[in-house]
Each structure stands twice: as structure tokens, then as C-alpha cells.
């Protein structure tokens, strides 16, 4: 079975930087593009980035300048470097995968990883 495990969230003051991480495991045979939601208190999931095979990347205007996204194809990982770290940052994120896997192709999700953004 496949498993996103998401981690590095945690508490930073506004201004600051964080580094999540998604690891994917199990027998996959190809993670296709992958990708950063969040969720903040009250709102709706939202995109926040997307990184292809290739390292082509997409993102949402308002976190273009901040946030980066990046992987590491041989550890079946995707990152999200997030700097200038602002209170309305403050959501739980998660990552999501296309995975070609031995039961063909299927997106898969992490648990989430909580951000707050407070002094």
C-alpha cells in the first residue's frame, strides 16, 4: 500500500521559515506530479503548489516570491520551502501524489502537517 507521511510543520513567528517534507513509500513505480495543498481554520482546501516529474513547477500567485517547491525523485519526496512566513499562512498542509503504483494509477494524500504563524 502507498503512504504519504508529511512532516517539519510546527510553530514560527511571523517572518520566519519552514521546510515540509512528504515522503512516499510502498511499491511505487512512478510518482508523477506531485503537489502542496493547505487548509486554514474555517476555509476550504486550497492549491498552493506543483512540481512534475521533470521539476516543472507551478504555483498560486500569492505564494509565488515565498514558497518553493522542490523534490527528490530517488527518495520519492517532495519539499515546500516556505520563507516571509505571515499569520494567514497558518493552515494544516498536505501533500498529494499521482502515483503509478503495482494497482495502476491513483492519487494519494498525507495526513497533514499543521503550520501556525504567531509571535
Known amino acids: 500500500q502507498v503512504q504519504l507521511v508529511e512532516s517539519g510543520g510546527g510553530l514560527v513567528q511571523p517572518g520566519g521559515s519552514l521546510r515540509l517534507s512528504c515522503a512516499a513509500s510502498g511499491t511505487i513505480f512512478r510518482l508523477n506530479t506531485m503537489a502542496w495543498y493547505r487548509q486554514g481554520p474555517g476555509k476550504e482546501r486550497e492549491l498552493v503548489a506543483t512540481?512534475?516529474?521533470?521539476?516543472?513547477?507551478n504555483y498560486v500567485d500569492s505564494m509565488k516570491g515565498r514558497f518553493t517547491i522542490s523534490r527528490d525523485n530517488a527518495k520519492n519526496t517532495v519539499y515546500l520551502r516556505m520563507n516571509s512566513l505571515k499569520p494567514e499562512d497558518t493552515a494544516v498542509y498536505y501533500c498529494?501524489?499521482?502515483?503509478?503504483?503495482?494497482?495502476?494509477?491513483?492519487?494519494?494524500w498525507g495526513q497533514g502537517t499543521q503550520v501556525t504563524v504567531s509571535s
Open positions: 512540481i512534475t516529474w521533470g521539476g516543472t513547477t
Open positions: 498529494n501524489a499521482d502515483v503509478v503504483s503495482i494497482n495502476g494509477a491513483h492519487i494519494f
